[in-house]
């Protein structure tokens, strides 16, 4: 398991057939960005995209959007990612990776790509959390480039 994030000890007590205990004390890390090999996390949303949020109630746009993600662990240390939004003139996909480089460091890397009706763009991220005794440090770069857009912009640009 990767040394990165919150860690501790566990007490692991084993009790055999004939009633003798043994007892080990092991050092456990976590690490809540990767999902062990074969797991599936996903999520999906479609609906009508609220509009001027935290100033007018039921303001809705009168078009329907959606977006689905999905999170797959390929192995214990290698965790991939995918994105898709479409609506609004949007149409947006994406995917990830994330894996741990050494003991205590975790490493996110993303590239998407979408198609507005201004044109087309796309978005590099990556980003990184690594451990030093009590302290953890994180980190991230992005950037877009061209014509990029997604659901929250054009959502925002609508609510004008």
Same mark, same amino acid.
């Given at each position: 398991?990767?040394?990165?994030?919150n860690g501790g000890q566990a007490r692991v007590v084993i009790r055999d057939?004939?009633?003798?205990? +043994? @007892?080990?004390?092991? +050092?456990?890390?976590?690490?809540?960005?990767? &999902?062990?090999?074969? %797991?599936?996390?996903? #999520? &999906?949303?479609?609906?009508?995209?609220?509009?001027?949020? $935290?100033?007018?109630?039921?303001?809705?746009?009168?078009? =329907?959007?959606?977006?689905?993600?999905?999170?797959?662990?390929?192995?214990?240390?290698?965790?991939?990612?995918?994105?898709?939004?479409?609506?609004?003139?949007?149409?947006?996909?994406?995917? !990830?990776?994330?894996?741990?480089? $050494?003991?205590?460091? %975790?490493?996110?890397?993303?590239? #998407? $790509? #979408?198609?507005? @009706?201004? $044109?087309?763009?796309?978005?590099?991220?990556?980003?990184? @959390?690594?451990?030093?005794? !009590? =302290?953890?440090?994180? !980190?991230?770069? @992005?950037? +877009?480039?061209?014509?990029?857009?997604?659901?929250? /912009?054009?959502? +925002?640009? /609508? #609510?004008?």
């Amino acid at each position: 398991m990767p040394v990165v994030g919150n860690g501790g000890q566990a007490r692991v007590v084993i009790r055999d057939a004939s009633g003798r205990i +043994s @007892e080990t004390t092991t +050092s456990f890390y976590t690490a809540p960005l990767l &999902l062990r090999q074969g %797991l599936l996390d996903f #999520s &999906l949303e479609a609906g009508f995209p609220r509009r001027n949020f $935290g100033t007018y109630s039921f303001d809705y746009q009168t078009d =329907i959007a959606a977006s689905g993600s999905a999170r797959y662990g390929w192995s214990d240390n290698l965790t991939l990612e995918g994105h898709v939004e479409a609506g609004l003139g949007v149409l947006n996909a994406g995917a !990830g990776a994330i894996f741990p480089v $050494g003991l205590t460091t %975790l490493v996110n890397l993303a590239l #998407s $790509g #979408s198609h507005t @009706e201004d $044109g087309s763009g796309v978005r590099l991220f990556s980003g990184f @959390e690594t451990r030093w005794g !009590g =302290i953890t440090l994180t !980190g991230s770069l @992005e950037g +877009s480039f061209g014509r990029y857009g997604d659901l929250a /912009a054009a959502t +925002s640009i /609508a #609510s004008q």
